[in-house]
């Protein structure tokens, strides 16, 4: 073991609970009691509290962005950005990650079971991305945080972070959104859509009353799994990885997985299941189709980032991710133009798709890390 | 009523029925029994029977191209281009189509009773692009027609196109190939994987064997349709026809249809469970992923098209079709030039992604138009 491998991070982490009586508001008009955000910490805070860095999670990962996941035993999520020497150092910074609410791996949601012992289903209110930033900003308070030193996520974790800098201009001073958009797209909402049916066709959904009834929606959720993952990836991709191979020689001439690329979606779909819930795929989909932040502001997305213009953003996006394509960014970062704040964009050339803002790019490691360090130097931070 | 109008256009069809102790051979090396294969015809066949057009329909039509659908009471699927007056036109070609082995609307398939009066369900043994166009070459010869004037078709017509070519160059004068590809991709395979998914994991599917049972895996089905049918329209499309538009005022904050895209894909799935067969697409989506016409030929795909030299073919594409894009199309006018035949082709500037090739598309209406008429004079037709 060489000297660096020997610098111990230190990990924290539980439960946040609001007081009794709290509630947390909704956008609905509704409201989750017995409110519960699982999260994780790596690093220390620092004496003036201002090396945190609040990372926010995408769709259906969790709060173990780095480290080792206790659930599967692999890595955290972000591996290839959080750690020793990565742009998201824990030996200078103080990383928080939580579980949205809404989600499975902790935080209140349709699936916890809550005081009464019986996960609520669909009587759980819908939730938001402002939502889930307001369960966020009570936890980061509940840290004595009062001002993060940024806010990083990708995918709907990008979203959470645009929605912080309109909602919480105030608590952070750097905001880094990768392979997001302000809104929702027809296409995006439609996929989500085939989802959440593919879910509900399922006889073992019981109209959402399944954990009750000691049964799970596993072949429903695993196709609504599948039809995702395909966004994830680019067909340039799914090519190069997959092309026409077979799984063995020769077609089966059936309809057993024949191909490499059935086989390998398969896998998606069946371990998927055994990580995530049905209800909060339902949930955290909604909320993102929900998302529209300029339909917010009376349909100017500039509006939404009038009171952000002392946050620095930098916004990422990969010219071959197609759910969130570049133009998405694009109308992000005019927007911030627009409101007057400070913001740095890069389109990465990749053929991974979507899911290259999870993989080991290293022009997005490199790019990012240059835009923390600008912004330790700009904010004076001593670490 | 004015003149145009009061033509009538001659209209035929039936089923051809092989003789007894006949069978259709399969590349599987199958064979299917009493193949009975539907069709219609549209116009009447010349004295020298040189003006015959076939007609090879997509994924989820039937033998109606043009004139009125008698299940559905609609106009023909391709009225844009088949009719009076049109590039395929009835008064002076003689146009045939039929439903493909293995669907759903008359010919053999996996839910057709036959003698036995039990649908075969998985016992039907799995067909190809091939054996499709194998029974429509014996179609073709069962009504006296040595040589086609052309074959045409889009989408999996295209593939059809294409094998015919392959299969029969010297039964073909021309060939129009649309929105198309010569194989299937990884990411084509992986959608078509997710629809079977979706209805193999519907408990009414039974294993295929649900006609004998009488259930239907509606839902499966339906989940299949909408997954499809996203890859049929364009983002862009997407947009500019729903954008993020609600069904009514305000979200419902549940799982209701809140936007007009979920009201419209679910509508979708709810009304193709009406027209089409499950095990039919089934069947259907894996001729179509096994299709691979290089990969029948050594790799080459000119090789495919070595006899094909005397053909006159017509290769269209659409910009914002992604399940078939441009490349593909190049790909095959490419094999095409060196192979030595005579191509023409054109991409088509649209956004409506891979649906254009059924839509009214004016420039595919006059580009077909003129290319059929070089076509006509080339041939020497008296029509």
Avoid at 16 to 30: R, V
Avoid at 86 to 111: E, Q, Y
Avoid at 127 to 138: E, K, S, Y
Avoid at 298 to 317: I, K, P
Wanted: with cysteine; net charge negative.
């Amino acid at each position: 073991m060489n000297a660096r491998e020997s610098i111990e991070i230190t990990e924290g982490g539980g439960v946040m609970t609001l007081p009794a009586g709290t509630l947390l508001a909704l956008d609905s008009g509704g409201a989750v009691e017995h409110l519960e955000i699982a999260y994780r910490t790596y690093g220390l805070l620092n004496e003036t509290r201002s090396n945190a860095i609040l990372v926010c999670h995408a769709l259906t990962l969790d709060q173990y962005v780095a480290g080792r996941n206790p659930a599967t035993g692999k890595p955290g999520w972000w591996s290839s950005l959080v750690g020793l020497g990565l742009p998201l150092d824990p030996t200078r910074h103080f990383i928080i990650c939580s579980n949205v609410v809404g989600g499975c791996m902790g935080s209140t949601g349709p699936s916890s079971p809550g005081p009464s012992g019986t996960p609520p289903g669909l009587a759980f209110p819908v939730i938001t991305i402002a939502d889930m930033v307001r369960a966020q900003a009570l936890l980061v308070e509940s840290l004595g945080i009062e001002r993060l030193f940024a806010v990083v996520g990708g995918s709907m974790g990008g979203m959470q972070v645009l929605q912080w800098a309109a909602d919480y201009p105030e608590r952070l001073f750097a905001a880094v959104c990768i392979a997001a958009a302000a809104r929702h797209s027809a296409q995006n909402i439609a996929f989500h859509e085939v989802g959440r049916q593919a879910i509900m066709a399922d006889p073992d959904w019981r109209g959402g009353d399944y954990a009750a009834q000691g049964v799970r929606p596993e072949k429903g959720l695993a196709v609504a799994r599948m039809a995702a993952h395909i966004t994830y990836l680019s067909e340039a991709a799914l090519q190069r990885k997959f092309g026409r191979e077979l799984q063995r020689d020769g077609l089966s001439w059936g309809f057993d997985a024949d191909f490499q690329v059935e086989s390998y979606l398969r896998h998606q779909g069946a371990s998927f299941v055994d990580r995530f819930d049905a209800n909060s795929y339902l949930y955290i989909t909604r909320a993102m189709d929900y998302f529209d932040l300029a339909g917010a502001h009376g349909g100017v997305l500039a509006d939404a980032f009038r009171r952000a213009r002392d946050v620095r953003f930098c916004v990422f996006s990969f010219t071959s991710d197609w759910l969130y394509p570049t133009p998405e960014s694009r109308a992000i970062v005019r927007a911030l133009n627009a409101a007057g704040a400070r913001v740095s964009f890069l389109e990465i050339e990749t053929d991974k798709g979507h899911d290259a803002f999870l993989l080991d790019e290293p022009v997005l490691r490199s790019a990012l890390a240059g835009f923390m360090e600008s912004a330790v130097q700009a904010r004076g931070l001593e670490i």
